[in-house]
């Protein structure tokens, strides 16, 4: 589909020139302007950079090879991202049984449902099906320490790591008219504009941040930074609105309320971080922390942009 | 051909061991060098010994020998296979008798330049806290004074294999490797050379 999509050429020639610009602006940074107060920050800046281009590519060879490269990289995702979460919640010996089922049986259900296209079950089965049994799995272990909270936890991280991520590739799963064959770009869309709106609100933050927006919560979510980022990201979205099913309108009406919902993903994930006093949810990628933490702003955006298209659109 | 099975078994454990621990080590001291070290830490996982090896460079693993107990790992053909093919390591006996006195076969170890990993603690603990250490970690530092001792901490390898459980549990976990302790001085009795090791291992704990 890469010979005969126009307008994916012209989608990828944008992301990657945007790369390339991104990476001598890096470079260039690098070689003028670094002196020792900075230094950290202009290496944590290309590190970044670099990671883009990793994700960037990875992406779009998975999104590439079809149906089954992207649910290989999801779950590959959720799996590092439930890792994550579970090695942050202080879980105890009596979870060890529900959270093996979570991993190795729970996590492929939810993926090969999808590759099923079997959408009635795919969205209830984690929280309908697995809720009730993680619950009653520690209940059968007999230790009542905490029951609430433990299974809280496990449900949880099993709903942000697994459940909402899934939605991003059961994008491929929805019936558009005249946009058969095309809900890749979806994806695609999606990870654009909530992404781009992460970094915009970074770069916003970084220069004319002044005031924290949860002063208690975090010091690098400024208004400043919130403002800039989720309006410059929806005007993207918005001129994007050529690979999308969505008008020119729709389109920014859509960028609009997923940027907003990935800040609101990245706020609760700043929570439990701060709550559990570290900084990143891993050091998987490097530059940008964990795994959690890259994709902490997809999570709250992908379950509410798949049901918006599919009440309206599908 | 028992080698070229070995050593595909190796690299499948060690893909799974970073999959499902994805370890991460800190090292507080100078790190792995080629002179022989004792490296010693707590047990709480069949995996421990596995996710500390994996934290050397290739080229030097086959230099690295974990000490595991005889009468466990012989009971069977396959414990057998994994503790000397797999992972090259001594077998020795936890009570002492009078067959092969363990200080001898690892001092031979120590002399063809290569290191030891030891669990002192002679047998894995629930995780919450390390148990006193047996006396053989005394001696054999007592003999070979001039090995350097690397205390190393591992961090919540109990949750993904804990004693008793047949299921693993993908959690990321932590080695980290402190600096040499002092062997024991002339006067410093077993037991409190013993805390003392003890100590500087608890410290790590993050």
Not at chain 1, 109 to 135: D, E, M, R
Not at chain 1, 170 to 197: E, T, W
Request: contains cysteine; hydrophobic residues 50%; charged residues 15%.
């Amino acid at each position: 589909m890469i010979f005969t999509d126009s307008d994916l050429q012209l989608l990828l020639a944008g992301i990657f020139g945007l790369l390339i610009f991104a990476s001598l602006i890096g470079q260039l940074i690098a070689k003028f302007r670094c002196n020792e107060c900075n230094r950290k920050t202009i290496e944590n800046l290309n590190q970044r950079i670099n990671a883009w281009w990793m994700m960037s590519i990875v992406l779009l060879v998975a999104i590439l090879i079809g149906t089954i490269g992207t649910l290989v990289l999801f779950i590959c995702i959720s799996f590092f991202a439930l890792r994550e979460c579970i090695t942050l919640t202080p879980t105890k010996l009596g979870d060890h049984q529900a959270l093996f089922w979570c991993f190795f049986i729970f996590l492929p259900i939810q993926y090969l449902l999808i590759g099923l296209n079997w959408y009635n079950f795919f969205a209830i089965f984690i929280p309908v099906f697995v809720f009730l049994f993680i619950a009653t799995r520690i209940a059968i272990n007999g230790n009542t320490v905490d029951f609430l909270g433990r299974v809280a936890k496990i449900q949880w991280s099993m709903m942000i790591a697994v459940y909402c991520i899934s939605y991003i590739p059961a994008l491929l799963l929805l019936n558009i008219d005249s946009y058969d064959g095309q809900n890749f770009k979806l994806i695609m869309f999606l990870v654009i504009v909530v992404q781009l709106s992460d970094v915009l609100q970074y770069v916003f933050g970084k220069l004319f941040g002044r005031h924290a927006i949860v002063p208690k919560l975090s010091p690098n979510k400024t208004v400043e930074g919130f403002i800039g980022g989720i309006l410059s990201a929806s005007l993207i979205g918005m001129s994007l609105w050529w690979i999308t099913p969505f008008t020119f309108w729709q389109a920014g009406l859509v960028s609009t309320l997923i940027t907003l919902l990935g800040f609101c993903g990245g706020l609760c994930m700043s929570a439990i971080k701060r709550d559990r006093g570290i900084k990143d949810f891993g050091t998987i990628i490097e530059g940008h922390g964990g795994m959690m933490d890259r994709i902490d702003s997809l999570c709250f955006a992908a379950p509410v942009f798949f049901h918006i298209i599919n009440y309206f659109f599908g | 051909m028992k080698k070229l099975f070995a050593s595909a078994i190796r690299i499948v454990l060690l893909i799974s061991c970073k999959l499902v621990t994805g370890v991460q080590s800190r090292w507080l001291s100078e790190p792995y060098t080629y002179r022989p070290k004792i490296y010693y830490a707590n047990h709480t996982s069949h995996l421990d010994g596995l996710v500390l090896w994996s934290c050397f460079p290739r080229c030097l693993r086959s230099n690295i020998r974990p000490i595991a107990a005889k009468d466990y790992w012989q009971q069977t053909k396959f414990k057998q296979f994994i503790a000397q093919d797999i992972f090259n390591s001594v077998l020795i006996n936890r009570k002492p008798n009078n067959i092969g006195n363990p200080l001898l076969i690892l001092g031979e170890i120590l002399k063809k330049q290569q290191s030891i990993i030891l669990f002192p603690e002679g047998t894995r603990g629930c995780g919450s806290n390390i148990a006193d250490f047996k006396s053989g970690l005394f001696y054999l530092s007592k003999h070979f004074p001039d090995i350097e001792l690397v205390p190393v901490y591992l961090n919540n390898l109990n949750r993904v294999l804990p004693k008793g459980s047949k299921l693993l549990v993908p959690i990321i976990c932590s080695a980290i490797f402190g600096s040499p302790i002092n062997s024991p001085t002339e006067d410093e009795t077993k037991k409190s050379f013993l805390a003392r090791a003890k100590l500087e291992l608890e410290k790590l704990a993050p």
